[in-house]
């Protein structure tokens, strides 16, 4: 957050999509506790999570689970004014969620750490301000690469990542039926979780820009820096205008 005139004390919730190390650290309950910040998680993940805090002290499992607050199927409000709809996706053995968050004037469609991408996100990521979708590997750098078979079987095997193609049909198939549909398009398009080992910036904004819709509105989050800002025609500035997503990781 550093630079976004956001400090870690105005934080007041936490939405997390699963608990794998490079979504959610342990290391954060401590401060989480200290701070008072509520963590809005899927009912199946309350268990794991209090396991995580048991390790802190006897009592720290208990003190966390107070500021859980589960969520399942339906919308909810992380924040007043905030709403998120989860989405269940397909990642891994115990899957992930990703949100259409609607505020402020605003709705962005958010989802990474797919496996597969499902009707329902095609059908709930129409009318979108902000479309922020994982695309993290290229496949031949994937199956080039020294990383074990188990490894790449794991992120290629549909319930691990998308690749650039597979995040690229899926973009393109939202941009028309939106215009099947008569709505409007988004005014921006964040690519997340790109691979630091498999992909590459250059690649996959090269890849992108073969179709123009995508080229004029495109957005690669980084890993270890922020993007810049940006603010849409219906968001009002929040904190000086509306921040970009900048949640890739590896």
């Known amino acids: ?49 209090r396991a995580f805090a048991e390790v802190a002290g006897e009592d720290a499992g208990d003190r966390f689970a107070a500021m859980l607050v589960p969520f399942d199927g339906d919308a909810f409000e992380p924040v007043a004014g905030v709403r998120m709809r989860p989405l269940r996706l397909v990642h891994d053995r115990t899957g992930s969620h990703g949100f259409v968050i609607e505020g402020h ?65 899926a973009i393109r198939r939202i941009l028309g039926r939106c215009e099947t549909r008569g709505r409007h398009l988004p005014q921006h398009i964040v690519l997340l979780h790109r691979s630091r080992q498999c992909n590459c910036p250059q690649l996959v904004r090269r890849f992108f820009s073969q179709d123009a819709r995508i080229a004029t509105r495109l957005t690669l989050a980084e890993q270890y820096e922020r993007t810049e800002w940006i603010r849409t025609r219906n968001t009002p500035p929040l904190c000086g205008e509306q921040m970009r997503l900048g949640f890739a990781v590896a």
Request: charged share 20%; net charge negative.
């Open 1 to 49: 957050m550093m630079g976004t005139g956001v400090r870690v004390a105005e934080i007041s919730a936490i939405c997390l999509t699963h608990l794998d190390r490079d979504h959610f650290n342990i290391n954060w309950i401590e401060t989480i506790m200290r701070r008072g910040i509520r963590v809005h998680c899927h009912a199946d993940r309350l268990a794991h999570l």
């Open 105 to 169: 004037g605003c709705r962005v469609g958010y989802a990474t750490d797919l496996g597969t991408v499902p009707s329902t996100l095609l059908e709930c990521f129409e009318d979108l301000d902000v479309l922020a979708i994982e695309s993290n590997y290229d496949p031949d750098m994937q199956v080039q690469s020294g990383r074990p078979w188990f490894l790449k079987n794991r992120i290629m095997g549909g319930r691990g990542h998308l690749s650039n193609q597979q995040a690229f049909d």
